[in-house]
């Protein structure tokens, strides 16, 4: 007897490989928009290929639910171009299945090297250093001289060496940290870990393993409490001039509209410059 048509939402572990081989981005040719933003917040939309429910696009009576909600037949793609593809005559299975596949190749050689070999998860030598940081001065308004710039990107480059070896998912989580830190009375800059937990849809266990790792090199405290019960931590200053330059990435980032994932994911602090 045939079961009857229920629209199943996704596994975690099939969102998962969506993200992980989406490379956040829209899967239509030549878009650029992103599925999940700065902040953690989710904004693309999860299609299917052969529709969930009777009288959806491309439905095939032939599917398990099951299979309408397997990894093969969702795609991860922005609001407009879910919206397109809805025009079955156009986008027929067979192409919405080549321009999944189209996409996601592009992601696959990283892929398949973080699944063989441990390295890629820790140390990078895809990073640039900051060399003299003017801009970051002209933006923030320091106001400083040649010495003093080459100082700060001193600084900059000293959390730079130890972010190099923190694994690219921390990272990610990192700059979802900094974009959503603000600055206590003290000019502490201070991680709020409910509002973490909420932007990202990740447990607080999970949230309190990637501060370990962050801890460990010295770029966070340990979590605490306010006076309220709310849970947060500090991202540490430099530990040689006491400048406590996230707060400054975070409105550097903000003012000349960039994302924090440059800094803190691409490792380009040759922004600053």
Known sequence: ?????????????????LFLKSGNRCAFPGCHNLMMNERGDFIGQICHIEAAEEGGERFNPNMTN??????????????????????????????LKKMKKDHEDKFSGIIQKMRNSIEDYGVTDNFT??????????????????????ENSQA????????????????????????RSFSDRAGGCVVPLHEIESATCKDISY?????????????ISEPDADEYG????????????????????????????????????DLNFSLFD
Not at 129 to 150: A, P, Q, T
Request: charged share 30%; aromatic share 8%.
């Open 156 to 179: 900059l480059n000293r959390i730079l060496y130890k972010i190099i070896d923190v694994p690219i998912e921390t990272r990610f989580l990192l700059s979802i940290m900094v974009s």
């Open 230 to 265: 709310c849970p947060f931590c500090l991202l540490h200053d430099d530990s040689e001039t006491g400048w406590n330059y996230w707060n400054d990435i975070r409105e550097f980032c903000k003012r000349v509209n960039i994302p924090v994932n440059e800094i803190c994911v």
């Open 66 to 95: 099951e299979e309408r909600r397997s990894f093969d037949n969702l795609m991860l793609m922005c609001y407009e171009h879910h919206i397109v593809t809805n025009n079955v005559a156009e986008y027929p299975v067979s192409k």
């Open 207 to 219: 949230i309190l393993q990637q501060i370990d790792i962050l801890k460990r090199r010295g770029i």
């Open 1 to 17: 007897m045939n079961e009857k048509v229920k629209r199943l939402a996704p596994t975690q572990e099939v969102l998962r490989e």
């Open 129 to 150: 250093e900051s060399k003299i940081c003017r801009k970051l001065s002209d933006v923030m308004k320091y106001g400083c001289s040649d010495e003093e710039n080459m």
